[in-house]
C-alpha cells in the first residue's frame, strides 16, 4: 500500500512537472526545488527508465572524415536549444588526427578513443556516420534504441565503404542517403528507418556528390531522431534483391585500358578517383599518372590512312592537350606526371620529338600509351565481384 502511495506521489509530481513544462534531468534545479532529495532520487530513476521514450537523447557519435563531421556539426549546434534533440554528446574516434576528433576537442564535447568497452546506461543511442569499424553485438546493446548509421546511398546499392565512388564510376542518374539501423558483424544489413533520394548531377566528382549527400544525411538525421521511437516501430527490413557491393578504392582501378573503356568509362572513371587516385597507363614501359582531364576530344582523321590503334597518342598545339585513343573516341589530358609533372607541351616536346603530331598512321613507340593489363584484369575481376 505504502509503496502504491509513493508511486502515485511521484507520479503526480511528474505530472505537475510536465504541465509546467519542466525537465526531469538529473542536475535540473525546478527538480530540486519542488522535490526533496530523496523524492527527487526517485524521481531520476524514474526519469532515467523513462529517458528513452521522448527526445532530448544521450547521444555517442562514432566517426572520422569530412562526411561524418557534417552529421556531429549538426548534433552540436541543436544542443541547448529549445526544441534540441540532444540532451548530451560524446564523441569515439579512431585516432587523434581526424577531422571529427579535431572538432570534437575545439567544441568541448567529451571524446573517447576506439575501442569502447564499458557504456552501460550513459547513453540512449549511438550514431555512427563513415566510421570503417564493425561494431560487435555487446556494445550494439548497451544503448537501449540501437545505433543509427547515416549511409549515403539508397541501401541495398551500394552497400560498403565506398558507395558515393561507385555511384558516380557506375553513372548512377538517382542515388540518395538512408538512415538505417547498426546489426551486428555486417556492414549496410540493418533495417531501414529513413530514405531519401537524389538526382545525380551531370559531370559532376565523387567530392562533390559526398558534400552534398553528407549535408543531406545530417539534416535526415535530424528529423529522425525527432520522432525516433515511431521510426524505430515501423522500420523496414532490406530487400536483397538490387543489393550490391561498394568495396574500397584501389590503385588497381586507376589503369586506363584504352582497348576497353570507352570515352564515358574514363571520364566517369576519373570523376571518381581522379581527385584520390590518378589515373594511370604505361608508355615505355613506364608508368605516367594522367592529370587534368579535359573529357572527349573532336578529332578529325580522314585522310590519314589506317585507323588509329587504341593508346594512340597526340599532342594537340591549339588546346595544350594530349589526345589519346581509347575504345570509341579520343580523350584529352594536359598533364601528365613521369618522375615530376609535366604539361602537355613539356611531354611532347621532350619524349615525343620523334613521333609525328596528327598523325597516328605512324606508330613510334614515343606516341603510345600501353594498357598494363596485369592490373587491369584485376580491376576486371574487381567489377565482376561487385557485379
Known amino acids: 500500500m505504502m509503496l502504491l502511495h509513493m508511486w502515485n506521489h511521484v507520479n503526480t509530481r511528474q505530472l505537475a512537472l510536465k504541465i509546467l513544462g519542466l525537465r526531469c534531468h538529473k542536475h535540473s534545479r525546478a527538480c530540486v526545488g519542488l522535490l526533496g532529495e530523496k523524492a527527487q532520487r526517485s524521481e531520476y530513476k524514474h526519469c532515467r527508465l523513462c529517458s528513452t521514450s521522448a527526445p532530448p537523447w544521450r547521444i555517442l557519435f562514432f566517426g572520422t572524415d569530412d562526411f561524418a563531421l557534417e552529421s556531429l556539426k549538426s548534433l552540436t549546434a541543436t ?151 515511431e521510426r ?49 597507363t604505361l608508355w615505355m614501359g613506364k608508368t605516367i599518372k594522367l592529370l587534368d582531364f579535359v573529357g572527349k576530344c573532336d578529332i578529325s582523321l580522314s585522310g590519314h590512312g589506317r585507323p588509329p590503334i587504341p593508346g594512340s597518342i597526340i599532342y594537340l598545339k591549339m588546346s595544350n592537350t594530349l589526345a589519346v585513343c581509347c575504345k570509341d573516341d579520343w580523350v584529352g589530358f594536359k598533364a601528365v606526371v613521369l618522375k615530376k609533372r609535366l604539361s602537355a607541351a613539356d611531354f611532347y616536346n621532350g619524349y615525343m620529338h620523334h613521333g609525328l603530331t596528327g598523325k597516328p598512321s605512324h606508330q613510334p613507340e614515343q606516341c603510345l600509351f600501353i594498357s598494363n593489363r596485369t592490373e587491369t584484369s584485376k580491376c576486371t575481376e574487381l567489377k565482376e565481384t561487385i557485379a
Open 79 to 229: 544542443r541547448g536549444s529549445n526544441e534540441s534533440v540532444v540532451a548530451s554528446l560524446e564523441v569515439v574516434a579512431l585516432s587523434n588526427n581526424v577531422p571529427v576528433k579535431k572538432f570534437a576537442d575545439q567544441n568541448g564535447l567529451p571524446v573517447h578513443i576506439w575501442p569502447v568497452v564499458d557504456l552501460q546506461g550513459r547513453f540512449d543511442v549511438g550514431v555512427v556516420v563513415s566510421f570503417g569499424c564493425l561494431l560487435k553485438e555487446r556494445l550494439i546493446r548497451q544503448f537501449p534504441l540501437g545505433i543509427l548509421n547515416v549511409h549515403p546511398s539508397l541501401l541495398p546499392r551500394w552497400r560498403g565503404p565506398a558507395p558515393v565512388f561507385h555511384t558516380v564510376l557506375h553513372g548512377d542518374a538517382i542515388t540518395g542517403v538512408t538512415i538505417m539501423q547498426i546489426r551486428p558483424c555486417r556492414f549496410d544489413v540493418g533495417p531501414i528507418l529513413r530514405q531519401e533520394t537524389y538526382s545525380v548531377p551531370t559531370h559532376c566528382t565523387a567530392d562533390q556528390l559526398g558534400a552534398t549527400l553528407a549535408t543531406r544525411g545530417a539534416h535526415l538525421l535530424m528529423d529522425t531522431l525527432k520522432t525516433l521511437p
Open 232 to 280: 524505430l516501430a515501423n522500420k523496414v527490413e532490406q530487400n536483397q534483391t538490387g543489393a550490391t557491393s561498394a568495396p574500397k578504392i584501389c590503385i588497381s582501378m586507376s589503369w586506363v585500358s584504352w582497348e576497353d573503356q570507352t570515352c564515358g568509362e574514363i571520364d566517369r572513371l576519373f570523376r571518381a578517383i581522379g581527385s584520390r587516385i590518378p589515373l594511370r
